[in-house]
């Protein structure tokens, strides 16, 4: 009998793949053989003793000490490309709501009240304040082209946006997936230097840790957007203030709170929300227990 330890909510249709009559999956157990995780922080807690593997039911590994836990002879999997799909939709969402201005338009035209005659002209007034720029014509930045960068890279191409990509590792499978219109920046000063939109699909680590930093935002063109689906850290969040405050930078988007940023008019900030779609929650549960199933009961190593 195996023990698998969950601590996160993790879709049913991966916890499934555990059949009644070799696995005991329970949010509380003890000695578990494998966790299974998406955002809970790993890094504060015991590891338990006799832990053979740990499944993030996720692409990033952000939250789980992987060298501490490799280290140990515990292996980590995770579920890259699983999520892929939601998260290029949010940020196709996260374009089209900075460049149509619809957060501070929803929230202008929730507030309208009066007559008709009022009404018309709040809405006119609106049209003017509100007016925005059409993503066809425009050119998008994509750093780090992954799984989710691919996506984001081919989908603007189908919208009709001229597209950059930049990625020193990118693989040659990735590469045959990428629209041929797609073109290679040199470096990610010669994208930032190109580009209207830029969307940032790289892990935070050493290397990337303010990728974006104050000089790369200066060197933002006037009136541009940036899209974080990826992670914090990765922007220089003081930096960006400025950009924003200056008027600089259009619109900030990003997929989680940050301190400094929280309550900006041209930020649009969500919940971490990219991955969190049925299809994705269910995508990423099946892949990371197959591989869990795999390593557990054949030594099979998929993806550590
Ligand atoms: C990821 O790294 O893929 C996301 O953080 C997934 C999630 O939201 O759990």
């Avoid at 049913?12 to 966790?35: M, N």
């Avoid at 400094?260 to 990219?274: E, T």
Wanted: contains cysteine; negative net charge; hydrophobic residues 45%.
């Amino acid at each position: 009998m195996y023990r698998i330890l969950t601590l996160n909510h993790i879709a049913t249709k991966g916890l499934e793949r555990f059949g009644r009559e070799h696995y005991e999956v329970a949010s509380e157990i003890s000695h578990p053989d494998a966790i299974l995780v998406r955002s809970f922080d790993m890094h504060t807690m015991e590891i338990p003793e006799g832990l053979k593997a740990v499944g993030r039911a996720g692409a990033g590994v952000n939250n789980i000490p992987v060298e501490a836990l490799s280290e140990r002879g515990i292996a980590v999997f995770n579920a890259p490309g699983a999520n892929a799909n939601a998260v290029k939709e949010l940020v196709l969402a996260g374009m089209l709501l900075a460049a149509r201005n619809i957060c501070q338009a929803w929230a202008y035209t929730r507030e309208l009240q009066g007559d008709d005659a009022e009404l018309h002209r709040q809405v006119e007034a609106g049209k003017k304040r509100f007016a925005g720029f059409e993503l066809t014509s425009r050119t998008l930045g994509v750093i780090g082209l992954g799984a989710i960068g691919v996506q984001v890279a081919n989908a603007a191409r189908g919208l009709g946006m001229e597209v950059v990509g930049y990625d020193p590792h990118m693989t040659v499978g990735r590469a045959w997936q990428l629209d041929a219109g797609v073109h290679q920046a040199a470096s990610v000063d010669d994208l930032v230097a190109r580009c209207d939109m830029i969307s940032l699909h790289v892990p935070l680590n050493e290397h990337t840790r303010h990728l974006l930093d104050a000089d790369r935002i200066r060197s933002l063109r006037p009136g541009s957007v940036l899209l974080n689906f990826a992670r914090d850290g990765i922007v220089d969040a003081a930096a960006m203030v400025e950009a924003l405050d200056a008027g600089h930078v259009h619109a900030y988007v990003c997929d989680f709170p940050s301190r400094q940023l929280q309550g900006h008019d041209r930020v649009i900030a969500l919940p971490h929300l990219g991955a969190s779609t049925v299809e994705a929650e269910e995508n990423c549960a099946v892949m990371v227990a197959d591989q869990l199933r795999d390593y557990l009961e054949h030594g099979n190593v998929r993806n550590a």
